[in-house]
């Protein structure tokens, strides 16, 4: 079902720019301006993504408690946005792990440091209903990546899926390895 007011009002309704809806919505910016246009039709998956976007609330406090929460956890902890795997915060106990500044990452991509196992899992999350709110949490076990700036540690790790204030969803990664003396 189509949003009831054209797509149009309700971005400028939410203060967003078509790129920004581009975003969130994994598209490009003049697939939105086709939407808003009529050029092009949305998919029934589009329209109830577009729902979700438009019915969340954005809650900058909910988001900056979120990453208050995860900068201060004692578990080696992180949370990534879920399409993009940019990092969005790192807990202390992350930080200690990674041979890196944080700050130099926030922001950025930390898919190209996966290991085999984290890229495997990534591959079967669409067919597990993961983007489909089928599942909100999986567990796996990881092996090394042998990157010496962002090393990640073999071991037992857990995805998390949360939605974030603006619509979009986020991705706590929490890695129960044990940490070396």
């Not at 790192?90 to 990452?105: E, F, G, K, L």
């Not at 190209?112 to 796996?140: C, H, N, P, Q, T």
């Amino acid at each position: 079902m189509v949003p009831t007011l054209p797509l149009r009002h309700l971005r400028r309704l939410a203060g967003m720019k078509q790129s920004h809806l581009a975003d969130l919505m994994g598209v490009t910016q003049s697939t939105v301006s086709r939407w808003e246009s009529g050029s092009l039709s949305l998919t029934v998956e589009q329209a109830r993504a577009l729902q979700a976007i438009f019915a969340a609330r954005p809650d900058p406090a909910q988001d900056a408690a979120l990453k208050r929460l995860v900068e201060t956890s004692m578990s080696p902890v992180h949370l990534i946005c879920d399409r993009t795997h940019r990092l969005l915060a790192a807990s202390p106990a992350r930080a200690a792990d990674w041979r890196a500044s944080i700050d130099d990452y926030l922001g950025r991509s930390l898919l190209v440091y996966a290991s085999d196992e984290i890229l495997a899992a990534e591959a079967r999350l669409k067919d597990m209903g993961w983007y489909d709110g089928e599942l909100g949490s999986l567990a796996f076990d990881t092996g090394a990546n042998d990157d010496p700036d962002i090393p990640i540690r073999p071991g037992p790790m857990l995805w998390e899926r949360v939605r974030l204030s603006d619509g979009s969803a986020g991705r706590l990664v929490t890695s129960f390895c044990e940490r070396p003396a």
